[in-house]
């Protein structure tokens, strides 16, 4: 077994003998990240005794952002006391807290707002973590926050050393019991811009997004009523099946054949992903399934390529332009037949 294998498994033999086989294998820094992922503290130990950097980052997360964010689109839940003791060593034996993280990048505070988890705050604080005005502004601190916006006015508009602004650390964090609206209205009231966007792994992310992801309802619907664009809110509200946040977006004027996600129109790229639920949101909210992505595929192209009859069969009754080419002049058919879609093709002809 190779020493990830083995640390995927969390046999500490096994870990033993394939660093003893591979010593360079100790120091790559996928191994440290996924022996901290699991809070296997013996593992890290040993790990690093070999020469494992326990702040060394592979895709761009480090063994504390590994340890804290186990799901990056979930809150973390209640960590064990193995989880905290984990983290506790990390931090007493040099993994610094103000290394940025994650996606998009955060410090290591951010980050346990972000997932929630008011017991990582207090050990990160514990070990001296820096608490400044984005760090402030994700754990609720209006005080702070107020503070920094006197002594800077620029600091609404501001990014922090990963690119977020503190507008969006207030938007996603999840710990309970914070005022975040009061934040958020500070730094408003600042000149904060809700349309500011931050580069995430495979897109750019705003406000709403992170008001999205911790469902926080009161939070989006600030974000709206102070001109965040709604055509953009409504793509992570969807997609995330978060429809009672997706509902406020048509109300606040989204337009939904502008909505886009992963470079295609959003109804498009939620097909091709074989999303029913938010595919059939959109339809019934009035979206079109004749609006193109790049290549002239619209939603009944998608659908034809997916082979998924009740996809298909929803776009047609929504009114999908069946003789549509893309820009090579193929039709919906014709990508169904090409995948030798039987079904498809039958409702399509």
């Known amino acids: 077994m190779t020493l990830l294998q083995t640390l995927q498994a969390g046999d500490m033999p096994a870990i033993r003998a394939a660093v003893e086989e591979d010593p360079a294998a100790a120091k790559i820094p996928r191994m440290i990240g996924t022996a901290a992922g699991r809070a296997n503290l013996p593992a890290v130990q040993f790990l690093h005794k070999h020469g494992a950097d326990l702040n060394a980052a592979w895709r761009n997360y480090r063994p504390l952002h590994n340890l804290m964010q186990t799901d990056p689109h979930a809150s973390a839940g209640k960590p064990s006391p193995e989880r905290l003791a984990c983290l506790e060593w990390l931090l ?3 993994a610094d807290p103000e290394l940025t993280g994650a996606w998009p990048p955060a410090r290591a505070l951010i980050v346990a707002a972000f997932v929630g988890e008011s017991a990582y705050v207090k050990v990160l604080r514990a070990a001296g973590a820096h608490v400044d005005g984005f760090t402030g502004a994700a754990l609720g601190d209006a005080r702070l926050v107020a503070k920094t916006l006197a002594r800077n006015p620029d600091f609404a508009r501001a990014r922090g050393s990963g690119g977020l602004t503190a507008l969006q650390c207030a938007a996603g964090s999840r ?38 992801g911790a469902k926080n309802s009161a939070m989006f619907e600030l974000l ?45 790229d939620l097909i091709r992903w074989g999303q029913i639920p938010q595919t059939m949101w959109m339809l019934a909210h009035d979206a079109s399934p004749n609006v193109p992505d790049a290549d002239g595929w619209t939603a009944a192209h998608q659908a034809a390529s997916r082979g998924n009859s009740r996809l298909l069969k929803a776009v047609i009754d929504a009114g999908a332009d069946l003789k549509r080419r893309d820009k090579s002049g193929a039709t919906p058919l014709d990508v169904a037949c090409r995948a030798k879609r039987e079904k498809l093709m039958a409702l399509l002809a």
């Open 92 to 94: 007493a034996n040099g």
């Open 175 to 212: 710990l309970p019991k914070v005022d975040g609206i009061s934040v958020a209205t500070l730094l408003l009231g600042g000149g904060a811009d809700p349309n500011l966007q931050t580069r995430s792994w495979a897109s750019t992310v705003d406000a709403t997004y992170f008001a999205c």
């Open 224 to 268: 709206l009523e102070r001109v965040a664009d709604a055509t953009v809110a409504a793509g992570p509200a969807v997609w995330g099946k978060k429809f009672d946040l997706a509902d406020r977006a048509p109300v606040n004027g989204a337009d939904l054949d502008r909505a886009t996600a992963n470079g295609k129109p959003l109804l498009n």
